[in-house]
């Protein structure tokens, strides 16, 4: 499979050599200094794209993938407002467009476990709950997309909560999420209840980005040749 790297950072050289390792040509590496290459004479001789960039350059990234027809995976995260925007977009002009906040299977699986104990939890409210994730200090956005998306997984099920915080809050009706930076932790996402009683704490930690950078391989052989709007579920089959 020939693949497009739009962005060349930590996430694209993971990307890069496990796609080699597979087997794959990686046949574009498109960074901040070579955006010449995002234009269709360029990605449209690419079988998929794989971006990972920032939350400022993504939805542009991924109109020009659209534009060139190539279908596109998309692991960056803080510009999830724009999303709604670019599926449309997606679904009216019959491309591929496949975005996760997390490409990993653990924190996957992690996100059914996290489903499963907030639905539980719904008729327990002896049990405050809160968050926290824990990045790398290079990380722009805060809280994570992986800790969004765990917060509106535990919303949708627990009604004592009515929306989240990214501060340490005492507004009884709102979910912390904590947010931590320290060097190197590639991500860990813990979920907390606590009761007078007991805890119940649910915590993934990766232990590299290998995990994120295979997903996203698995997502792009998997989008190859499909048409409309995918997520990491659709792929893991979940
Ligand atoms: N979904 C998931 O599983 C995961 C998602 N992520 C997300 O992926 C994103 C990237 O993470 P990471 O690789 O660690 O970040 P890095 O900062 O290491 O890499 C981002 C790269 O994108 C480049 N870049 C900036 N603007 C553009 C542009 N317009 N076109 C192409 N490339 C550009 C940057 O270049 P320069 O430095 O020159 O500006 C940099 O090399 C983040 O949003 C992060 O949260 C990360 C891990 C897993
Ligand atoms: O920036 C990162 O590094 C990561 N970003 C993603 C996120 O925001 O959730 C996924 C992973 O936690 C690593």
Redesign the pocket.
């Known amino acids: 499979m020939k693949i497009a790297l739009i962005g060349y950072g930590k996430m694209g050289k993971a990307i890069d050599a496990i796609a080699t390792a597979k087997g794959h040509d990686v046949i574009l590496r498109i960074d901040h200094d070579s955006l010449y290459l995002l234009e269709k004479e360029h990605l449209g001789q690419a079988d998929v794209a794989i971006e990972f960039t920032t939350p400022e350059t993504a939805f542009h990234n991924i109109q020009k993938c659209f534009e060139a027809n190539v279908p596109v995976v998309s692991g960056t ?1 803080g510009w999830l407002d724009q999303l709604p925007e670019i599926k449309a977009q997606c679904e009216k002009g019959h491309h591929a467009f496949l975005h996760a ?2 490409f990993s299977i653990g924190v996957n699986i992690f996100f059914e476990v996290n489903k499963k104990l907030a639905t539980l939890m719904a008729s327990q409210p002896q049990y405050n709950v809160w968050m926290e994730e824990i ?2 200090t290079q ?1 722009k ?1 805060a809280p ?4 969004i998306t765990l917060a509106e997984q535990l919303l949708a099920a627990v009604d004592r909560k009515k929306g989240w915080v990214n501060e340490d809050t005492q507004q009884a009706d709102m979910l912390s999420i904590i947010s931590k930076r320290i060097d190197p932790a ?2 860990t996402h813990t979920i907390h209840y606590a009761s007078p009683i007991d805890d119940i704490t649910i915590t993934h930690t ?1 232990h590299s980005r290998e995990g ?1 950078a295979a997903g996203a391989v698995v997502a792009a052989e998997w989008l190859k040749g499909k048409a409309g709007v995918f997520t990491m579920r659709d792929v893991l089959n979940l």
């Open positions: 995260t906040t997390n990045h790398h990380k956005d994570s997309g992986t800790a590639p991500g990766a994120f």
